[in-house]
């Protein structure tokens, strides 16, 4: 079965990095767009980041020239690397696959995989 696995999360300070890393099983890989979303407390589950087949890109505008993502098809792997850290990137990040799609995806609705998530907090 499909599963992915999220890792890299943690606590970190304002102004510093994190790279979460997606371990990808059960899927051909390299056939399926990937994303970044998170979840803070109290608020919905929002778009990130996305990478497609073809490794196009997109992101969110609160994160766009801090966060970068990247995918390592030979590793099954999606990372999102994320510098200039601030409070309010405190969040469940979770990482989520979808097949058929040669584009990127920002809307959560038309991913079919999810992971379960890892924290990330950042300290003021």
């Known amino acids: 079965q499909v599963q992915l696995v999220e890792s890299g999360g943690g606590l970190v300070q304002a102004g510093g990095s994190l790279r979460l890393s997606c371990a990808a099983s059960?899927?051909?890989?390299?056939?399926?767009?990937m994303g970044w979303f998170r979840q803070a407390p109290g608020k919905e589950r929002e778009f990130v980041a996305t990478?497609?087949?073809?490794?196009?890109?997109d992101y969110a505008d609160s994160v766009k020239g801090r966060f970068t993502i990247s995918r390592d098809n030979a590793k099954n792997t999606v990372y999102l690397q994320m510098n200039t850290l601030k409070p309010e990137d405190t969040a469940v990040y979770y990482c989520?696959?979808?097949?058929?799609?040669?584009?990127?995806?920002?809307?959560?609705?038309?991913?079919?995989?999810w992971g379960q998530g890892t924290q990330v907090t950042v300290s003021s």
């Open positions: 989520a696959a979808v097949s058929g799609r040669s584009r990127t995806v920002v809307a959560a609705i038309e991913y079919r995989y």
């Open positions: 990478i497609s087949r073809s490794s196009s890109t």
């Open positions: 059960g899927l051909t890989f390299s056939m399926y767009a």
